[in-house]
């Protein structure tokens, strides 16, 4: 046991000496061109959609005993922006 004491003792020297050394740090940095555009304003033009029953179609129809009535609720259009 003796025998491995000082080779122990050495290996172990070794080991704390290397941890401890001045290790080189490479850093390499890329810099790119600035490719972000400044923000445009575009124009966005729209028309209200025609919804209307064809002339030809009754308000009320009934087939087999079954009534159907076609009405065209109102509705709202609104913008939104979709980030």
Known sequence: MKKY??????LSLIWAIS??????????????????????????????PVIKINDKTPGTQSKG?????????PFIIRAVQNN
């Open 19 to 48: 941890s401890c050394s001045v290790k080189r740090i490479v850093k390499n940095e890329t810099t790119y061109a600035d490719t972000h555009k400044a923000p445009e304003y575009i124009k966005v033009s729209y028309k209200w």
């Open 5 to 10: 004491f000082g080779l122990f003792v050495l």
């Open 65 to 73: 005993g079954i009534v159907i009535t076609v009405e065209i609720l």
